[in-house]
């Protein structure tokens, strides 16, 4: 299913974050969640697990489905639905990959300079334990021209066209 939608794991635990500084391919030099690309014959969640194993070397032991946000860049053809997850624990010890160097942070000081530009809007949604959904549209890839974010009670129900009607 959805094979192709990325997907982001945020862990949250104790009060603070686990993010990765991201050092290759798409988004090097942000701090993001762990995430990737879904590959053939993975659901999204099964997808999440994985790259949280691959990038930051550990298992959740849940993970909760808490946003999904599209992004329509203009120099690429199709927008990225990516979907966010929550993840309040784990097994294992975070270690840092060939992708992603994991850094604990709290969640007032997040470097939202050093993130992408969506960020400083959900993340504090996704903080205050909230579900959401949300457009982004970016030029030059990495500028923000326009959003539409909204809390919702499931994410993935509301329409994503609907969110283009402000
Ligand atoms: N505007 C944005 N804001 C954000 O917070 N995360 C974004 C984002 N645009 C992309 N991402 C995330 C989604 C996904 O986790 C990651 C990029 O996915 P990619 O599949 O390109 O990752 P990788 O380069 O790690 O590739 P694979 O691991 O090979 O799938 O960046």
């Known amino acids: 299913m959805e094979c192709g939608a990325p997907q982001l794991a945020i862990v949250e635990k104790n009060g603070r974050l686990l993010l990765g500084l991201k050092k290759t391919g798409f988004g ?10 879904v590959e053939p014959g993975e659901t999204i969640a099964q997808a999440a697990h994985r790259e949280l194993q691959e990038e930051a070397g550990i298992t959740a032991t849940s993970l909760q489905h808490r946003g999904v ?58 903080l205050r334990g909230a579900s959401f959904q949300g457009v982004f549209a970016f030029t030059n890839t990495t500028q923000l021209v326009w959003h539409n974010l909204q809390e919702v009670e499931e994410p993935g129900k509301l329409p994503a066209t609907e969110l283009l009607t402000v």
């Open 28 to 37: 090097s030099g942000y701090y993001n969640g762990f995430g990737g690309k």
């Open 69 to 126: 946000l599209t992004f329509a860049f203009d120099d690429q053809q199709l927008p990225w639905e990516v979907h966010v997850y929550r993840v309040p624990d784990y097994t294992g010890e975070p270690c840092e990959s060939q992708e992603m160097a994991p850094v604990w942070m709290h969640p007032q000081e997040l470097p939202y300079d050093k993130m992408w530009a969506d960020d400083r809007w959900w993340y504090p949604v996704f």
